[in-house]
Structures are given as structure tokens and as C-alpha cells.
């Protein structure tokens, strides 16, 4: 039996800023790369907290589009954050764009992100 992973490319979300794949798919979960608050139609990163984290959901929601998910296969969320003190407008976001049950999370302080971000998430995503 031979290791196949599916490499996931999509213009629905900003393209890698490194040497990483936007996501992977193996036997049916998805790993997708932590996405920053780039605007994917003109490359720019949007600038304050809340603005970031509404721009990262719309990137996630073109990935998981891009495979024919919803927020609903997502089992896991990372949250990289640049001050904890932003700890509320996580849990603002998740009542906004999650319905309960909510996915498993963990959330944690960064000395600094990609592009001078605030704030990163990355998930996991499965097919029932």
C-alpha cells in the first residue's frame, strides 16, 4: 500500500506566503495552513483585529469550499494571536461564525505572525 496525500491549491483563498501547501487531504481529514487576514483578490492584509479574523473566515470558507466542506466538517481550530488581551473577540467570532457544538480549539499567544498579522488560525476538517 503506498502513502497518498492529496495537495490542495485554490484561488478561493490568498495563495502560500512560504514553502507550504494551503492544505492537505489524507484518507478523508483536511490540514489546512494557518490562514492570515490577506485579502486573496488584491493581496493585502486587512488591518486591525476584527477586520483580520472576518477576512481569515472567508479564506477558510474558500478552502473548505474548494472540497466541497462547510464550517460544519471542521473538527479542530488553532488560533495564534499576537496578545492574548484579544482573547474576547475569539470568542466573539466563534459565536458568530460557529454554531454549537463548536470544534475543538486551542488558542495561543505569538511573539509575531506572517506579515506582521494579529491573528492566525488553521483547521482540521473532515468528511463525514
Request: aromatic residues 10%.
Amino acid at each position: 500500500m503506498s502513502f497518498k496525500k492529496n495537495i490542495i491549491s485554490t484561488d478561493k483563498a490568498p495563495s502560500a506566503v512560504g514553502t507550504y501547501s494551503q492544505g492537505v487531504e489524507f484518507n478523508g481529514v483536511f490540514y489546512f495552513s494557518g490562514q492570515i487576514g490577506i485579502d486573496p483578490a488584491d493581496g493585502v492584509l486587512k488591518e486591525g483585529f476584527v477586520p483580520q479574523l472576518d477576512q481569515i473566515m472567508k479564506n477558510i470558507d474558500g478552502l473548505l469550499e474548494s472540497q466541497e466542506l462547510t464550517r460544519e466538517n471542521i473538527i479542530k481550530t488553532t488560533i495564534f494571536v499576537t496578545d492574548l488581551a484579544n482573547f474576547g473577540e475569539v470568542n466573539a467570532a466563534y459565536e458568530k461564525y460557529f454554531t454549537a457544538p463548536y470544534p475543538a480549539r486551542s488558542c495561543v499567544q505569538a511573539a509575531a505572525l506572517p506579515k506582521d498579522a494579529v491573528v492566525e488560525i488553521e483547521v482540521i476538517a473532515a468528511k463525514n
